[in-house]
């Protein structure tokens, strides 16, 4: 029996689309759903769903091999009798949206999995919170010269070959990204990279935007824009240290601070602005999790333990982008409990318990600037 038939293989199939438990009913659907067998060809094939599914669990009394085993596959969630099965070694999946650095993907696969314009240097998907930019050689030969400034920063050529570069498409959306609740992930052709392989290098925040000038594709002088970018994960981190400096606990305070829009600072410097998206990131922060008061925004439950410094334990969540960290506005933000934290990020329901999250935390910050009087 170690040679799994079409049945086996679609009760196991469904369980993995169920995210690894699931009831017979529910089997049944996803079975109907996944049109790999041709269900009209048989008299009752939901007796052979649940046929294969007996044979395949030490926890029914047809099973014809030793618990454990490879055939031991499925398993009784409750008790017998009722009807709830599970995937032995079932693994929770990988989140999709986790590029590993350095590591080379095919651009074509990418865009199969979360759509984006297939030809532009910049790619925002319409369906999924995320920004794609390509970078490459090739943008030299319309004056576009990309790269890393050092190990965090790097700068990158707006979008436009003829005339000058404006604010629309591709260049508004990467702007905008940060109001939007958009993550922006960066992706490098290499030498070394075959056709239509890129490397993923990181995920980047934009600090703001300068302008230079150059040519277009027909010679012409044209204004074009370089937007500043620097690593997610160094903002995370150095927003980290710089919480502490935020002496305001007045949420008003708070709020004005994490609302701070670098693109109205284009008359200061670079360092400037990347101090104003730092203390961005720690006010929204501290911001949340004043909001809570202790009280995981998500369950209303108390927080489930104190800190050393005596202060509730919760984690903030941001509810539009994938990643949490950086930047974001008020509104897009929840400070949870671990547990809801993880339900938000990898539960079978993880969209609509997000849904659930948004309106609660509209709810509220709709009562909160009535009080502050934004």
Not at 57 to 62: G, R, V
Request: include cysteine; proline fraction near 3%.
């Amino acid at each position: 029996m170690s040679q799994k038939n079409k049945w086996i293989k679609a009760v196991i199939t469904s369980l993995n689309n169920l995210g690894g438990q699931g009831s017979l009913n529910e089997i049944y659907e996803e079975v109907e759903n996944g049109n790999t067998i041709k269900l009209n060809s048989y008299t009752d094939w939901k007796a052979q769903i649940r046929k294969n599914l007996y044979l395949h669990s030490s926890d029914c009394e047809i099973f014809r091999g030793t618990p454990g085993d490879e055939t031991d596959l499925i398993y009784a969630t409750d008790e017998k009798g009722s009807g709830k099965w599970g995937l032995r070694n079932y693994k929770e999946p990988t989140n999709i949206y986790s590029f590993i650095r350095g590591q080379v993907y095919k651009r074509s696969d990418i865009h199969d999995n979360f759509g984006g314009n297939r030809q532009r240097g910049i790619s925002a998907c319409k369906n999924h919170p995320m920004i794609f930019i390509f970078s490459g050689k090739s943008g030299e030969d319309y004056g576009y010269k990309d790269g890393w400034q050092d190990a965090n920063t790097f700068f990158y050529t707006g979008e436009g070959q003829s005339g000058d570069q404006v604010f629309k498409e591709g260049n508004k959306a990467l702007r905008d990204h940060i109001k939007n609740g958009k993550d922006v992930y960066l992706f490098e052709k290499t030498e070394a990279s075959p056709s239509g392989m890129y490397e993923f290098k990181d995920q980047l925040t934009n600090i703001g935007y300068h302008t230079i000038t150059g040519n277009d594709k027909e010679g012409n002088h044209r204004k074009m824009i370089v937007f500043e970018f620097e690593t997610t994960q160094k903002i995370n981190n150095d927003s980290n240290s710089t919480e502490p400096t935020i002496a305001s606990n007045d949420l008003s305070d708070l709020r004005n601070m994490a609302l701070k829009n670098v693109n109205e600072y284009q008359n200061t410097t670079y360092q400037q602005r990347k101090t104003i998206i730092r203390k961005r990131a720690a006010a929204i922060k501290k911001y949340a999790l004043k909001r809570a008061n202790g009280i995981c925004e998500a369950c209303k439950e108390d927080a489930p333990f104190q800190t050393q410094d005596g202060s509730p334990f919760l984690e903030v969540h941001h509810l539009q982008k994938l990643s949490d960290g950086g930047p974001d506005h008020p509104e897009n933000v929840a400070a949870i409990c671990p547990n809801c934290h993880r339900k938000a990020h990898y539960s079978r329901d993880a969209k609509e318990f997000n849904k659930y999250i948004v309106e609660l935390i509209s709810e509220q910050e709709n009562t909160l600037t009535n009080k502050i009087g934004e």
